[in-house]
């Protein structure tokens, strides 16, 4: 896709007083969020996403402790605010003297970009709403899709993924980008597996300099992201709109978690693959591997065959032809998925499951 401009937004950025009601709408709406879906998350996994989030809002360094009872306290009150927005609507966005829908991101931006500021709206796993406001770096507009970076968060919720993509517009949350790869880190070491993850992470100076290195990390991933959303474009296109209404249908489910990993495949397939073999950089490719889940393993596991291969031989050509090959294979199958969701309708989910695990590759 052909560059068509791009803008850098630091200099020319409003004070952020001046859009105070703003970000207070969209921090309302964060909670709101929270509160309907925080029950989700399993108890473990939900107190670790709270110790991050109240690091975040303290703005406390990554290898800080955390003070044990300033926590407990503030997750006491966090939790009895979200007790009384739980039943609330969320709120409409103000900004300067026009008021907008929290899912029209695109206007909201219109009005925002100019004054330096970015803001997100979307639904992310288990159909879970997700608001995001920050310091805008970067606006770079392409031929098909327009790519907007983040620096400093103002606003977000428990759920913080580090990019995502809606109706042609790119994502990328550098702070949460960052913060990701420092979790990453931390849950290596605890054991220190010998894994693709291991191998990245060697390329990066973590124990003599890790400011430095995490940096470096960021700066590097930022790439990775950027293609993995690039192909969300481009799967976007070819499945259309109904496939967001399959995965709606689906709430929090084995089957949503199936089809995520098809897209997820489809998209990679489509660009981070191609993207990461022509750029060569061995370094975002072994973390590329180092991240997939369980899941995308299971339904992909000759792509795993092909990463084992480069990685005693440093020989891509398994790579690059299964990338070569197999977007096909995942485009067919979405679109089987969504055929079989036009005919059975919204109780197809043991279906779609089936379909799905017959057709692994």
């Keep these: 896709m052909t560059?068509?401009?791009?803008?850098?937004?630091?200099?020319?950025?409003?004070?952020?007083?001046?859009?105070?009601?703003?970000?207070?709408?969209?921090?309302?709406?964060?909670?709101?969020?929270?509160?309907q879906f925080a029950a989700d998350y399993t108890l473990c996994i939900y107190l670790l996403k709270m110790r991050?989030?109240?690091?975040?809002?303290?703005e406390l360094p990554f290898d800080a402790a955390l003070p044990h009872d300033e926590l407990t306290d503030w997750l006491t009150q966090r939790e009895a605010h979200w007790e009384q927005l739980e039943q609330q609507d969320f709120s409409v966005i103000p900004v300067g003297s026009e008021h907008y829908d929290p899912f029209d991101a695109a206007a909201i931006n219109a009005a925002l970009n100019p004054l330096g500021y970015v803001y997100s709206s979307g639904y992310g796993r288990g159909m879970k709403p997700v608001f995001f406001?920050?310091?805008?770096?970067?606006?770079?507009?392409?031929?098909?899709?327009?790519?907007?970076?983040?620096?400093?968060?103002?606003?977000?919720?428990?759920s913080a993924p580090p990019a995502m993509s809606r109706d042609g517009t790119i994502f990328i949350r550098r702070e949460s980008l960052r913060r990701?790869?420092?979790?990453?880190?931390?849950?290596?070491?605890?054991?220190?597996?010998?894994?693709?993850?291991?191998?990245?992470?060697?390329?990066?100076?973590?124990?003599?300099?890790p400011d430095a290195a995490l940096e470096a990390m960021t700066d590097n991933e930022l790439r990775t992201v950027a293609l993995h959303e690039i192909g969300e474009v481009q799967a976007g296109r070819i499945l259309g709109p109904q496939w967001e209404e399959l995965l709606a249908s689906l709430g929090h489910s084995k089957a949503e978690i199936m089809l995520r990993a098809v897209r997820d495949h489809l998209a990679d397939t489509l660009s981070t693959l191609p993207g990461l073999l022509a750029d060569d950089n061995p370094a975002a490719l072994h973390f590329y591997f180092g991240s997939l889940s369980n899941m995308r393993k299971e339904l992909f596991p000759r792509l795993l065959y092909a990463y084992e291969i480069w990685k005693i031989s440093a020989n891509k050509h398994e790579l690059m032809q299964l990338a070569d090959t197999s977007a096909t294979h995942w485009q067919m199958l979405a679109e089987r998925l969504l055929e079989l969701f036009r005919t059975e309708g919204p109780?197809?989910?043991?279906?779609?499951?089936?379909?799905i695990e017959t057709h692994t590759l």
Aim: hydrophobic letters at 35%; glycine letters at 6%; a negative charge.
């Design 3 to 35: 560059r068509t401009g791009k803008t850098s937004i630091r200099n020319t950025r409003a004070d952020i007083g001046s859009l105070a009601p703003t970000l207070g709408a969209v921090r309302t709406n964060c909670h709101i969020s929270d509160a």
């Design 52 to 58: 991050e989030y109240f690091r975040w809002e303290h």
């Design 133 to 158: 406001m920050g310091a805008l770096e970067q606006r770079d507009d392409c031929e098909g899709y327009s790519l907007l970076v983040s620096g400093r968060e103002l606003a977000r919720d428990l």
């Design 180 to 209: 990701m790869l420092w979790e990453r880190l931390e849950e290596w070491r605890w054991n220190r597996p010998d894994n693709a993850l291991k191998c990245a992470i060697e390329y990066y100076d973590f124990d003599n300099a």
């Design 347 to 355: 109780d197809c989910a043991p279906q779609l499951v089936a379909m």
